[in-house]
Every structure is written in C-alpha cells, then in structure tokens.
C-alpha cells in the first residue's frame, strides 16, 4: 500500500499522547511526517504518568518473543537518552526483588535461572549487601537473599512524552490537547481520509495512529474495528516525603517501590489491586499500600500520602501488544500495550517505520492486530 501522493508529506493523527503515541510521533516527525498529536486530556497525564514506570525484560518471560522485544525496548531507551538527553525522565540503576516466602523465593530464582540462560543480567545478594551497597534505608535480615537486576532501570513517564512531544512540535508537529476523536472518515476504497474532533474541527490525513491507552477499544470501533481488551484497573499512590530513601525501583514482599524524582516515591501492589473491585475507597487504598510500604522502608512511615489514582491498564485481550497495521483499513495503524513505559522508544520507532515504508520487522510479527479478527 502507498500511503499519500506524490511529494507531500504524510499527514498523520496521533490519537492518544502518552508514551506510545509521543514516541510514535516524535520519529514520525523525524523522518518528514506531517503529525497531529490529539489527546482528550493533556500529553502524559493519563496510564503513562500512573504506572510503576520500570523498564525491564526480567519479568516478561512468559514467552520468548515477547522478552526479546522488551530487551530491544531497553537497549531503545538508553539510545533514546543519548539522542534527546537522559535528565529529568531516565533513571537507570538497576532493580532488586526479593520475597518474605520460600515459594516466592523459589519461584523467583527459577525465573532469575532462566534469565541467566537468556543471557540476561542477574546478581544474588545478601540483605546485607544491599544495604551496604544499594539501598540502605531498606529493612530486611542480613541473611535474606535479594536479586539484582543491573541493567533495569525507570522513567518518569509524563518528562518523557513532555520531552518528546516539544521536540516533534518544533520539528512542525501540531498538539491538540483537550479535544476528542469523534469520527474517523474512510474513502471509497476503505482507506482512512479525515478525522473529525469534538471541537468540531476535522483532520485531513492519511494515517491514523490508535495509541489511545484504556480508550484504545472506543477509536477501533470508529474504524468498524473489534479491537478486545482486558479489564485491568491498578492503582497507584504517591508519597511525599522530605527526602526520597530509596535510589532504584524494587519488588519488596507485598508492595513495589520507586523513587518518583524529589521529594516523591511511587508504591504499587498487585495485591492491592486485586481489592479495586471490591469497592474499597481510593483512599483506604493508599492506607493499605502506605502501610505495605513502610515495612520494607522504615522511614516511608513519616511520609503522606500525597495523590492516588485508579487507572485501567491499556492490554489487548491475550495480554500482548497490538501494533503495527491492520490490513482491513489501509492508513489505521494500533499501538495499544501494557508495558507501554518500556517499549514505548522500539514501538514508536518500528511503528514510524512501518508507516512510511511499509518495512514489517520481525520483532512484531507475534503482536500484529491481524490476529484479532475485525
């Protein structure tokens, strides 16, 4: 398929300006597209800026392509930080993780084992030794076994799509921020023409980008598109505190931790997601992580609790990415995934890729949306 005519530029709607379609965007933009980022809310403020954040491959392993796309996301990211500049948003340093139970420890190491045969980073540690040497406001028995993961690292997910997006925008790319996609328009052949917004303005283009997060399924319909998701809410709080205790993300027993840049951390459980539905406010939910939290991180026990937010995490219904064309609709393009923070950078640039020259490469070829049928 040939996507535009003749010499102009290929003009493209971003729908969705999170970490996905900001990185989607930024090398569109790069590479001579004309691109139009739309977010109903402001770029970056939506799952982007509510999730742990941690980029790895190490707990992706549930099938082999689909950790080879997260170490390529990795290694895209720390290109990505040598390109734009790495300060404010990339946080390497590595990531430890260590259980309160044999099952889990096992369980844990059996993981790492593989890992290892992948050829991926791990170190064993003492308790000890992490507090030495790593982490030493964390509370653990000297003895206790504790994995690390060098080469993991995070991102402050909203600096990220802020950086990227100024960049696009002085490179000619337009932001409508506040404005919602209601109608994507198709000529006689199938193939996308217009996008029209709720402030009433319609788009000319001849791409559309659906990296709309939890609303991803909403814009597939407008393309007569069943595109199924996952229900997957998370919640996520942030402390405030005086000064951050704790250098790297981590998995400790029952609550995950990070430094969320000064005078902030950011604590995660799955455990405490699993009550989202049961009715339990927000705020008892900040309690019950705040108090999770402070069992591994003593003095976390003097922060507050500053904001919290209940998000619904953006995976297609098997659990993987959906990106790339779909074959159905010439010019609509998916880049819908959890683990968005860590692929973000290799998606947007295979997705550019593939948008302007049609170049499919294999590392998408198990996460192609032609395999949900339209």
Known sequence: MTIGSGNRPVRVAVIGVGILG???????????????????????????????????????????????????GMAAHRELAGIIGADSWWHPGGHLRWADDPVTHAKNLETAELLLDWGYRVEVCTGAEVRRRLE??????????????????????RRLVGRLVDRAVASGAELRSGTAVRDIGTGGD???RTVALSDGSR????????????????VAGLVARDLPMLREPGVVTRLACAQVPVHRAMHAPHIEIRPDGEGSVVLHSRE??????TGEEPARLARLLHDSARHAVPVLGDARVARTRVSHRPIPADGFPSV???PSVPGYFEAVSHSGITLGPVLGRLLAAEILSGKRDELLADFRPERFPV
């Not at 030493?136 to 997910?157: K, R, S």
């Not at 788009?203 to 909403?218: I, R």
């Not at 405490?272 to 539905?277: C, S, V």
Request: with cysteine; aromatic share 10%; net charge negative.
């Open 190 to 192: 199938g193939s996308v």
């Open 324 to 326: 790339g064309a779909v």
């Open 136 to 157: 030493p406001a964390l509370a653990m028995p000297d003895e206790t076994p504790v994995l690390f993961y060098p080469d993991e690292a995070w991102v402050h997910g």
């Open 203 to 218: 788009l000319d283009v001849d791409v559309v980008v659906n990296a709309a997060g939890p609303a991803a399924s909403q």
């Open 22 to 72: 900001a990185s989607a965007g930024w090398h569109l933009c790069r590479h001579g597209a004309r691109v139009v980022f739309v977010d109903a809310g402001r770029p970056g403020e939506g799952v982007t800026d509510w999730s742990f954040s941690w980029v790895n491959a190490g707990n992706k392993t549930v099938r082999r392509s689909y950790f080879d796309l997260n170490v390529a």
């Open 272 to 277: 405490i997601d699993a009550l989202i539905d």
